[in-house]
């Protein structure tokens, strides 16, 4: 069933759009939707990521938490930085943070988690150190934004992504 219907949530998200762009569920349209359904995902089995299981789900909702909080925060701070600060008080500068992080989903996560945060912007890994290249608009300690991202982000990503459940 797996090679036949390689992902039926796309399957159904396929046709479910199909159908609202056409405005109507008219027969021929659900099985068109349906013929799009079935053969888009095969076409594009090859280029989607090898899949990732979750392996501490309360791993990941202690994350989702954490980071809600921690962009709240830097959301304040950015906007206290921009409207009562001087520009040339700023500190903006570029900093590696060493990873370990092997997992392409986890990496992704990560990516996500510290664009989503204002202050802070993933700029590449590093292939020949995999190390993080992170702009950071106000800086004040590297070492703090290393730790911070390697303790609160890095450490989670792992227990989620790579690490066997014990």
């Known amino acids: 069933m797996k090679s036949w219907l390689p992902s039926p949530l796309l399957t159904l998200a396929l046709l479910v759009i199909w159908l609202l762009l056409n405005q109507t569920v008219a027969p ?14 095969r076409l594009t089995q090859a280029l989607r990521p090898t899949q990732s299981r979750i392996r501490n789900p309360w791993a990941l909702c202690r994350l989702l938490s954490w ?9 304040f701070n950015v ?27 986890g990496l992704a996560v990560l990516s996500c988690l510290i664009n989503s ?11 020949d150190s995999h190390e993080l290249s992170l702009h950071v608009f ?11 991202i ?7 990503l792992i227990d989620i ?3 066997e459940h014990t």
Do not use: M
């Not at 980071?67 to 959301?75: A, G």
């Not at 906007?79 to 943070?97: E, G």
């Not at 390697?150 to 989670?156: L, S």
């Open 138 to 148: 106000d800086l004040h300690d590297a070492s703090w934004w290393i730790d911070t």
């Open 28 to 41: 021929l349209h659900i099985v068109f939707g349906l013929l799009l359904g079935l053969v888009i995902p």
């Open 117 to 127: 945060t204002p202050g802070t912007v993933w700029v590449e890994i590093l292939s």
């Open 150 to 156: 390697k303790q609160r982000y890095e450490r989670p």
């Open 79 to 105: 906007s206290r930085i921009i409207l009562f600060r001087k520009h040339h008080d700023l500190n903006s500068q570029f900093i590696r943070v060493p990873l370990d992080l092997k997992d392409a989903t």
């Open 161 to 163: 992504f790579e690490q």
């Open 67 to 75: 980071s809600f909080l921690e962009i709240l925060r830097s959301c």
